[in-house]
Protein backbone atom coordinates (compact mmCIF):
# COMPACT_ATOMS: atom_id res chain seq x y z
CA UNK A 1 0.00 0.00 0.00
CA UNK A 2 2.60 2.36 1.33
CA UNK A 3 4.43 2.27 -2.41
CA UNK A 4 1.09 2.80 -4.73
CA UNK A 5 2.02 4.09 -7.93
CA UNK A 6 0.34 7.59 -7.95
CA UNK A 7 -0.58 9.87 -11.22
CA UNK A 8 2.23 12.95 -11.71
CA UNK A 9 0.15 16.03 -10.09
CA UNK A 10 1.14 19.07 -9.03
CA UNK A 11 1.77 20.27 -5.18
CA UNK A 12 -1.93 20.63 -4.22
CA UNK A 13 -3.45 23.80 -2.46
CA UNK A 14 -2.13 26.08 -0.31
CA UNK A 15 -3.42 27.07 2.86
CA UNK A 16 -5.68 30.22 3.85
CA UNK A 17 -3.66 31.41 7.43
CA UNK A 18 -6.47 31.66 9.84
CA UNK A 19 -4.72 33.73 12.55
CA UNK A 20 -1.18 32.84 13.63
CA UNK A 21 -1.79 29.04 12.47
CA UNK A 22 1.37 28.99 10.08
CA UNK A 23 2.56 26.04 12.04
CA UNK A 24 -0.26 24.33 11.26
CA UNK A 25 -0.64 24.99 7.50
CA UNK A 26 3.22 23.90 7.24
CA UNK A 27 2.88 20.53 9.44
CA UNK A 28 0.00 19.48 7.44
CA UNK A 29 1.85 20.07 4.11
CA UNK A 30 4.66 18.17 5.19
CA UNK A 31 2.53 15.41 6.32
CA UNK A 32 0.79 15.60 2.92
CA UNK A 33 3.55 15.07 0.84
CA UNK A 34 4.70 12.17 2.82
CA UNK A 35 3.73 9.30 0.08
CA UNK A 36 3.94 6.93 3.00
CA UNK A 37 1.08 8.86 4.99
CA UNK A 38 -1.06 10.17 2.12
CA UNK A 39 -1.18 6.54 0.53
CA UNK A 40 -2.89 5.23 3.84
CA UNK A 41 -5.15 8.41 4.03
CA UNK A 42 -6.08 8.01 0.64
CA UNK A 43 -6.62 3.99 0.44
CA UNK A 44 -6.34 2.61 3.84
CA UNK A 45 -10.20 1.71 3.80
CA UNK A 46 -10.40 4.04 7.36
CA UNK A 47 -12.96 6.12 6.72
CA UNK A 48 -15.45 3.13 5.24
CA UNK A 49 -15.26 1.56 8.83
CA UNK A 50 -14.85 4.53 10.89
CA UNK A 51 -17.86 4.34 13.97
CA UNK A 52 -16.64 7.53 15.76
CA UNK A 53 -19.08 10.45 13.90
CA UNK A 54 -16.11 10.11 10.80
CA UNK A 55 -15.77 13.91 10.36
CA UNK A 56 -17.25 15.48 13.92
CA UNK A 57 -14.74 13.63 16.29
CA UNK A 58 -12.41 11.44 13.94
CA UNK A 59 -8.95 12.89 13.53
CA UNK A 60 -8.31 10.41 10.74
CA UNK A 61 -11.50 11.52 9.00
CA UNK A 62 -10.86 15.08 9.01
CA UNK A 63 -7.64 14.54 7.77
CA UNK A 64 -8.86 12.72 4.94
CA UNK A 65 -11.20 15.14 4.12
CA UNK A 66 -8.54 18.05 4.69
CA UNK A 67 -6.40 15.80 2.01
CA UNK A 68 -8.95 15.98 -0.35
CA UNK A 69 -9.31 19.60 -0.16
CA UNK A 70 -6.13 20.52 -0.95
CA UNK A 71 -6.13 18.66 -4.39
CA UNK A 72 -9.89 20.46 -5.36
CA UNK A 73 -8.57 23.83 -5.15
CA UNK A 74 -6.10 26.48 -5.17
CA UNK A 75 -6.01 27.50 -2.71
CA UNK A 76 -8.05 26.35 1.09
CA UNK A 77 -8.86 26.72 4.49
CA UNK A 78 -8.18 23.40 6.71
CA UNK A 79 -11.03 24.67 9.19
CA UNK A 80 -11.91 21.48 9.72
CA UNK A 81 -8.25 20.71 12.08
CA UNK A 82 -8.66 24.14 13.33
CA UNK A 83 -12.12 23.52 14.44
CA UNK A 84 -10.91 20.49 16.35
CA UNK A 85 -7.33 21.63 17.99
CA UNK A 86 -9.06 21.22 21.41
CA UNK A 87 -9.21 17.81 20.55
CA UNK A 88 -6.36 17.12 19.02
CA UNK A 89 -4.34 18.75 22.46
CA UNK A 90 -6.13 20.52 25.07
CA UNK A 91 -3.33 23.07 26.10
CA UNK A 92 -3.35 24.30 21.89
CA UNK A 93 -4.48 28.05 21.60
CA UNK A 94 -6.95 29.24 18.85
CA UNK A 95 -5.21 32.59 17.51
CA UNK A 96 -1.86 31.92 19.08
CA UNK A 97 1.63 30.68 17.38
CA UNK A 98 2.63 27.67 18.34
CA UNK A 99 5.71 24.95 18.01
CA UNK A 100 5.17 23.35 14.43
CA UNK A 101 6.81 19.58 15.84
CA UNK A 102 4.76 19.88 19.09
CA UNK A 103 1.31 20.01 16.97
CA UNK A 104 2.96 16.91 14.93
CA UNK A 105 3.67 15.17 17.92
CA UNK A 106 0.15 15.84 19.46
CA UNK A 107 -1.57 15.66 15.95
CA UNK A 108 -0.34 11.98 15.47
CA UNK A 109 -0.76 10.82 18.86
CA UNK A 110 -4.56 11.71 18.34
CA UNK A 111 -4.89 9.89 15.07
CA UNK A 112 -3.10 6.74 16.68
CA UNK A 113 -5.84 7.26 19.98
CA UNK A 114 -8.96 7.85 17.18
CA UNK A 115 -7.44 4.71 15.55
CA UNK A 116 -7.51 2.19 18.14
CA UNK A 117 -10.74 3.71 19.84
CA UNK A 118 -12.39 2.85 16.34
CA UNK A 119 -10.78 -0.47 16.10
CA UNK A 120 -12.59 -0.87 19.72
CA UNK A 121 -9.15 -1.90 20.99
CA UNK A 122 -9.25 -2.48 25.16
CA UNK A 123 -7.70 -0.52 26.92
CA UNK A 124 -5.68 -3.07 28.67
CA UNK A 125 -4.27 -4.36 25.66
CA UNK A 126 -0.24 -4.43 26.13
CA UNK A 127 2.05 -1.32 25.14
CA UNK A 128 3.80 -3.48 22.11
CA UNK A 129 0.44 -4.32 20.63
CA UNK A 130 -0.47 -0.23 21.03
CA UNK A 131 2.64 0.19 19.16
CA UNK A 132 1.25 -1.41 15.64
CA UNK A 133 -1.27 0.55 14.67
CA UNK A 134 -0.64 2.23 11.03
CA UNK A 135 0.68 5.92 11.94
CA UNK A 136 3.03 3.51 14.68
CA UNK A 137 3.92 1.33 11.31
CA UNK A 138 4.73 4.50 9.27
CA UNK A 139 6.32 7.06 11.92
CA UNK A 140 7.44 4.70 14.27
CA UNK A 141 10.53 2.31 15.15
CA UNK A 142 12.74 0.79 17.92
CA UNK A 143 15.52 1.81 19.23
CA UNK A 144 18.19 -0.34 20.98
CA UNK A 145 20.56 0.97 23.77
CA UNK A 146 23.65 -0.83 25.34
CA UNK A 147 25.39 0.34 28.30
CA UNK A 148 29.19 -1.45 28.60
CA UNK A 149 30.64 -1.54 32.18
CA UNK A 150 34.27 -1.14 31.93
CA UNK A 151 35.09 -3.06 34.63
CA UNK A 152 33.11 -6.57 33.89
CA UNK A 153 31.85 -5.79 30.56
CA UNK A 154 28.55 -6.49 31.31
CA UNK A 155 26.04 -5.09 28.46
CA UNK A 156 22.74 -3.88 30.09
CA UNK A 157 20.26 -3.47 26.85
CA UNK A 158 16.90 -2.03 26.93
CA UNK A 159 14.92 -0.81 23.56
CA UNK A 160 12.90 2.14 23.10
CA UNK A 161 10.28 3.04 21.03
CA UNK A 162 10.62 6.32 18.84
CA UNK A 163 8.64 8.58 16.42
CA UNK A 164 11.60 11.13 15.93
CA UNK A 165 15.20 11.36 16.25
CA UNK A 166 15.68 15.27 18.14
CA UNK A 167 19.87 15.70 16.89
CA UNK A 168 21.99 17.96 18.55
CA UNK A 169 23.98 20.42 15.83
CA UNK A 170 25.91 22.53 17.51
CA UNK A 171 28.69 21.25 16.20
CA UNK A 172 27.61 19.85 13.14
CA UNK A 173 27.00 21.43 9.84
CA UNK A 174 25.46 18.40 7.53
CA UNK A 175 22.46 16.11 8.41
CA UNK A 176 24.99 13.19 8.11
CA UNK A 177 26.99 14.70 10.68
CA UNK A 178 24.07 15.34 13.06
CA UNK A 179 23.21 11.63 12.89
CA UNK A 180 26.74 10.27 13.77
CA UNK A 181 26.90 12.75 16.36
CA UNK A 182 23.82 11.32 17.42
CA UNK A 183 25.05 8.05 17.32
CA UNK A 184 28.31 8.13 19.29
CA UNK A 185 29.66 6.21 21.91
CA UNK A 186 29.27 7.89 24.93
CA UNK A 187 31.29 7.77 28.35
CA UNK A 188 28.89 8.35 31.16
CA UNK A 189 29.60 10.71 33.73
CA UNK A 190 32.14 10.55 36.96
CA UNK A 191 32.52 10.52 40.61
CA UNK A 192 28.59 10.46 42.02
CA UNK A 193 27.48 10.38 38.74
CA UNK A 194 29.02 6.90 37.29
CA UNK A 195 26.43 4.54 36.48
CA UNK A 196 25.64 1.68 38.81
CA UNK A 197 26.39 -1.88 36.85
CA UNK A 198 24.07 -4.32 37.94
CA UNK A 199 26.08 -6.58 37.75
CA UNK A 200 28.96 -5.10 40.08
CA UNK A 201 26.47 -3.53 42.59
CA UNK A 202 28.77 -0.52 42.19
CA UNK A 203 29.37 2.83 40.20
CA UNK A 204 31.73 2.10 37.42
CA UNK A 205 32.85 3.90 34.03
CA UNK A 206 30.66 2.65 31.36
CA UNK A 207 29.97 3.84 27.93
CA UNK A 208 26.53 4.08 26.10
CA UNK A 209 25.60 3.81 22.35
CA UNK A 210 22.23 4.05 20.34
CA UNK A 211 21.36 1.76 17.61
CA UNK A 212 18.16 1.27 15.50
CA UNK A 213 16.83 -2.14 16.19
CA UNK A 214 13.69 -1.77 14.38
CA UNK A 215 13.95 1.29 11.46
CA UNK A 216 10.70 3.37 10.56
CA UNK A 217 9.31 3.77 7.18
CA UNK A 218 9.17 7.52 7.60
CA UNK A 219 12.21 8.79 9.39
CA UNK A 220 11.15 11.94 11.05
CA UNK A 221 14.11 13.96 12.09
CA UNK A 222 13.39 17.02 14.11
CA UNK A 223 16.98 19.14 14.30
CA UNK A 224 17.67 20.84 18.06
CA UNK A 225 17.23 24.45 17.18
CA UNK A 226 15.42 25.60 20.73
CA UNK A 227 17.03 25.19 24.03
CA UNK A 228 15.11 25.54 27.36
CA UNK A 229 15.77 29.51 27.83
CA UNK A 230 13.63 30.25 24.81
CA UNK A 231 16.86 30.80 22.65
CA UNK A 232 17.23 29.91 19.17
CA UNK A 233 20.43 28.13 17.18
CA UNK A 234 20.09 29.71 13.59
CA UNK A 235 23.13 27.42 12.32
CA UNK A 236 22.57 26.54 8.71
CA UNK A 237 22.98 22.45 8.10
CA UNK A 238 22.69 21.54 4.94
CA UNK A 239 20.70 18.29 4.25
CA UNK A 240 20.83 15.72 1.72
CA UNK A 241 18.40 14.06 -0.71
CA UNK A 242 19.19 10.67 0.49
CA UNK A 243 20.80 9.30 3.60
CA UNK A 244 21.92 6.20 4.39
CA UNK A 245 21.80 4.88 8.03
CA UNK A 246 22.73 1.48 7.92
CA UNK A 247 26.02 2.09 9.93
CA UNK A 248 23.22 3.07 12.68
CA UNK A 249 20.74 -0.26 12.03
CA UNK A 250 22.29 -2.72 14.58
CA UNK A 251 21.75 -5.66 12.44
CA UNK A 252 22.15 -3.95 8.40
CA UNK A 253 25.75 -5.02 7.86
CA UNK A 254 25.28 -8.63 8.73
CA UNK A 255 22.64 -9.13 6.43
CA UNK A 256 24.45 -7.12 3.85
CA UNK A 257 21.21 -4.85 3.69
CA UNK A 258 21.13 -0.83 2.76
CA UNK A 259 19.01 0.77 4.70
CA UNK A 260 18.55 4.26 3.18
CA UNK A 261 16.01 6.84 2.84
CA UNK A 262 14.68 9.83 0.75
CA UNK A 263 14.00 13.30 1.29
CA UNK A 264 10.42 13.91 0.79
CA UNK A 265 9.48 16.85 2.88
CA UNK A 266 10.53 19.45 5.77
CA UNK A 267 9.12 22.42 8.07
CA UNK A 268 11.03 25.19 8.40
CA UNK A 269 11.32 28.18 10.64
CA UNK A 270 12.27 31.59 10.32
CA UNK A 271 12.75 33.58 13.33
CA UNK A 272 13.95 33.85 17.70
CA UNK A 273 12.05 31.57 19.32
CA UNK A 274 9.30 28.41 17.92
CA UNK A 275 6.28 30.25 19.47
CA UNK A 276 7.39 33.33 17.45
CA UNK A 277 8.56 33.43 13.71
CA UNK A 278 7.21 31.81 10.69
CA UNK A 279 7.26 28.36 9.98
CA UNK A 280 6.77 26.99 6.22
CA UNK A 281 7.58 23.86 4.42
CA UNK A 282 8.66 22.54 1.69
CA UNK A 283 8.00 18.85 -0.21
CA UNK A 284 8.15 16.91 -3.35
CA UNK A 285 5.05 16.61 -5.53
CA UNK A 286 3.98 13.21 -7.62
CA UNK A 287 6.01 15.09 -10.32
CA UNK A 288 9.08 14.81 -8.97
CA UNK A 289 9.66 19.05 -8.40
CA UNK A 290 9.34 20.36 -4.88
CA UNK A 291 7.87 23.33 -3.55
CA UNK A 292 7.67 25.63 -1.13
CA UNK A 293 4.92 26.42 0.57
CA UNK A 294 4.24 29.67 2.35
CA UNK A 295 0.40 29.57 4.03
CA UNK A 296 -1.69 30.39 0.75
CA UNK A 297 1.75 31.00 -1.24
CA UNK A 298 2.88 27.85 -3.72
CA UNK A 299 6.44 28.09 -5.70
CA UNK A 300 8.40 25.38 -7.04
CA UNK A 301 11.97 25.51 -5.48
CA UNK A 302 15.22 23.57 -6.62
CA UNK A 303 16.66 20.97 -4.54
CA UNK A 304 19.81 22.88 -3.75
CA UNK A 305 17.34 25.52 -2.08
CA UNK A 306 15.93 22.80 -0.99
CA UNK A 307 18.98 21.17 0.91
CA UNK A 308 20.06 24.31 2.49
CA UNK A 309 17.04 26.07 3.93
CA UNK A 310 16.52 26.74 7.67
CA UNK A 311 15.01 23.27 8.73
CA UNK A 312 13.41 22.13 11.85
CA UNK A 313 11.79 19.20 10.72
CA UNK A 314 12.49 16.56 8.30
CA UNK A 315 11.11 13.68 6.55
CA UNK A 316 12.60 11.10 4.68
CA UNK A 317 11.06 7.37 3.39
CA UNK A 318 12.16 4.57 3.35
CA UNK A 319 13.54 4.09 -0.37
CA UNK A 320 11.34 1.10 -1.90
CA UNK A 321 14.92 -1.42 -2.42
CA UNK A 322 15.25 -0.65 1.13
CA UNK A 323 12.40 -1.91 2.30
CA UNK A 324 12.22 -4.49 -0.34
CA UNK A 325 15.29 -5.74 1.57
CA UNK A 326 14.04 -5.80 4.44
CA UNK A 327 11.23 -7.89 4.02
CA UNK A 328 12.41 -10.31 2.07
CA UNK A 329 11.57 -13.99 3.28
CA UNK A 330 15.80 -14.73 3.91
CA UNK A 331 16.12 -11.32 6.07
CA UNK A 332 13.00 -12.11 8.20
CA UNK A 333 14.12 -15.85 8.64
CA UNK A 334 17.88 -14.61 9.97
CA UNK A 335 16.20 -11.66 11.96
CA UNK A 336 14.19 -14.29 13.87
CA UNK A 337 17.14 -17.06 14.37
CA UNK A 338 19.51 -13.47 15.33
CA UNK A 339 17.19 -12.76 17.77
CA UNK A 340 16.49 -16.45 19.40
CA UNK A 341 20.42 -16.57 19.63
CA UNK A 342 20.72 -13.38 21.16
CA UNK A 343 18.00 -14.26 23.56
CA UNK A 344 19.94 -16.84 24.82
CA UNK A 345 23.08 -15.47 25.14
CA UNK A 346 22.22 -11.68 25.95
CA UNK A 347 21.08 -10.50 29.20
CA UNK A 348 18.19 -8.90 27.39
CA UNK A 349 15.00 -10.36 25.88
CA UNK A 350 14.56 -9.89 21.60
CA UNK A 351 12.15 -7.28 20.64
CA UNK A 352 8.94 -8.78 21.02
CA UNK A 353 6.60 -9.21 17.75
CA UNK A 354 3.19 -8.62 19.03
CA UNK A 355 0.07 -9.24 16.46
CA UNK A 356 -0.57 -6.38 14.40
CA UNK A 357 -3.26 -3.80 14.19
CA UNK A 358 -4.77 -3.28 11.48
CA UNK A 359 -2.87 -4.10 7.63
CA UNK A 360 0.19 -4.57 7.55
CA UNK A 361 1.50 -1.57 5.34
Not at 162 to 168: A, P
Request: hydrophobic fraction near 35%; charge should be positive.
Amino acid sequence: MLFRSRQPTGPGAGMFNMGNTCYLNSTLQALFHTPAFVNYLRFGGHENQCNMGGQFSCTICLMAATLRGTANSNVMKPIKIYEKLKMICKHLTHGRQEDAHEFLRYLVESLQKCYLLSRKVPKTIDTYTKETTPFNQIFGGYMRQDVICQRCRHVSTTFQHFMDLLLDIRQADTIEAALQGYFRRETLGQGENMYKCEKCQQKVPATKQYRIERPPLVLCIQLKRFNLMGGKNGRPVTLAKKINVSSHVRWAAQKSISVEYRLVSMINHVGPSPNCGHYTSIGEAANGTFYRFDDASVHPTSLQSALHTSAYVIFYEMTRPSRDAMLAPRALQEAKTSDQKRASSAPAPPLPSPKLIGPAL
